[in-house]
């Protein structure tokens, strides 16, 4: 089991910028992806970011390429993503993910299913 704590979500103006952290605990050592997904009111949860645990290999969804990083501290299992100019569309839960070897598959790396564990999400506000 891998238990994930998201945090840094917070309302905050249009143009603003806001981290994000994602503190990994338990069974780490079975990571092979992290990912950061989002879902906003009435809305279906979609990819944001993902990085490929070894090798540092990224990915964005093409709303936020350029104003987002995705980034991890592996010392401290921590993952993060800064988010650069904001946007009121930006507005949505949050939510960390973690892919394991064995049943994560690179190639699908944008879909929810890819991931078998989950936080339980941050609030992140822009106001327009």
């Known amino acids: 089991q891998v238990q994930l704590v998201e945090s840094g979500g917070q309302l905050v103006q249009t143009g603003g910028s806001l981290r994000l952290s994602c503190v990994a605990s338990g069974r780490t050592f079975t990571t092979y992806a992290m990912g950061w997904f989002r879902q906003a009111p009435g809305k279906e949860r979609e990819f944001v970011s993902a990085i490929m645990y070894s090798g540092g290999t990224t990915y964005y969804a093409e709303s936020v390429k350029g104003r987002f990083t995705i980034s991890t501290d592996n010392a401290k299992n921590t993952l993060y993503l800064q988010m650069n100019s904001l946007k009121p569309e930006d507005t949505a839960v949050y939510y960390c993910?973690?892919?394991?070897?064995?049943?994560?598959?690179?190639?699908?790396?944008?879909?929810?299913?890819?991931?078998?564990?989950w936080g339980q999400g941050t609030q992140v506000t822009v106001s327009s």
């Open positions: 993910a973690v892919g394991t070897y064995g049943t994560f598959r690179r190639g699908a790396y944008y879909l929810g299913t890819a991931y078998d564990y």
